[in-house]
T-cell receptor, first 115, second 112 residues
Framework: ETGVTQTPRHLVMGMTNKKSLKCEQH?????MYWYKQSAKKPLELMFVYSLEERVENNSVPSRFSPECPNSSHLFLHLHTLQPEDSALYLCASSQGGGRAVETQYFGPGTRLLVL | DAKTTQPPSMDCAEGRAANLPCNHS???????VYWYRQIHSQGPQYIIH???NNETNEMASLIITEDRKSSTLILPHATLRDTAVYYCIVRGTASNTGKLIFGQGTTLQVKP
C-alpha cells in the first residue's frame, strides 16, 4: 500500500456514458497527478495539480475533465470517450507542489475499457 | 530532462543479486536519477533515487558512477515478487512540473 487509493479498480463504459474516477491520498501531500498508460506504451502525464490548482494540462482532450476539490482528492470525469481511451489510469501524489525532483507515489490504477 | 538507455530485458535467479544498468550520458549536474518499477498492471512503485552518492534503502542500492553517466540498481536478493518492469528516470530542477518521463524500462524476470 502506497497511501494512494483509486476507485473503481475496473470500469467498463459505453461511448455515451459519463463516469468519474476517484483518487485519494493519505500522505499529506500537496500535489496530485493523473497519468494514462495504454497497452504497450509508456506512461503519459495528463494533468498536474499543485495546491489544488491545475498547473499542467498535457494537451488532453476535453472529454477528460479533472477536478481537485482539496489536496487529498482528485477526480477524473469522463464523458463521450472513444475506444482508444481504454487504458490504465494512474493517480500519483507528491509533497512539495509538483516540482521536478519530488518523489511521486502511485495508486493501483483504474483499468478502463470503453466499448 | 536527460534521456536514459536500459536493456529491454534481463533474467535473474531467485536469491541472487539483480543488477540493472542504466546509461544517462547526457545527465546534467542538477539532475537526479530515479528508479521505479511496475509489476504487471499495477501502479509504478518508487524504489530509490540519488544525485551523486551511492544510496541504499530497504529495497535496493543505487550505484552512480563518478562521472554520473551511468548507474546500476541492485536488488541484493531477488525474489519472484521482484519480477517487474524497472524504469530509470533522470529528472532535474529545470523542469517546471514533476513530470515523470517513463521509457520502455527493463523487464526483469526472476526465475526459481
Amino acid at each position: 500500500e502506497t497511501g494512494v487509493t483509486q476507485t473503481p479498480r475496473h470500469l467498463v463504459m459505453g461511448m455515451t456514458n459519463k463516469k468519474s474516477l476517484k483518487c485519494e491520498q493519505h500522505l499529506g501531500h500537496n500535489a496530485m497527478y493523473w497519468y494514462k498508460q495504454s497497452a504497450k506504451k509508456p506512461l503519459e502525464l495528463m494533468f498536474v495539480y499543485s495546491l489544488e490548482e491545475r498547473v499542467e494540462n498535457n494537451s488532453v482532450p476535453s472529454r477528460f475533465s479533472p477536478e481537485c476539490p482539496n489536496s487529498s482528492h482528485l477526480f477524473l470525469h469522463l464523458h463521450t470517450l472513444q475506444p482508444e481511451d481504454s487504458a490504465l489510469y494512474l493517480c500519483a501524489s507528491s509533497q512539495g507542489g509538483g516540482r521536478a525532483v519530488e518523489t511521486q507515489y502511485f495508486g493501483p490504477g483504474t483499468r478502463l475499457l470503453v466499448l | 530532462d536527460a534521456k536514459t538507455t536500459q536493456p529491454p530485458s534481463m533474467d535473474c535467479a531467485e536469491g541472487r543479486a539483480a543488477n540493472l544498468p542504466c546509461n544517462h550520458s547526457t545527465i546534467s549536474g542538477n539532475e537526479y536519477v530515479y528508479w521505479y518499477r511496475q509489476i504487471h498492471s499495477q501502479g509504478p512503485q518508487y524504489i530509490i533515487h540519488g544525485l551523486k552518492n551511492n544510496e541504499t534503502n530497504e529495497m535496493a542500492s543505487l550505484i552512480i558512477t563518478e562521472d554520473r553517466k551511468s548507474s546500476t540498481l541492485i536488488l541484493p536478493h531477488a525474489t519472484l515478487r521482484d519480477t517487474a518492469v524497472y524504469y530509470c528516470i533522470v529528472r532535474g530542477t529545470a523542469s517546471n512540473t514533476g513530470k515523470l518521463i517513463f521509457g520502455q524500462g527493463t523487464t526483469l524476470q526472476v526465475k526459481p
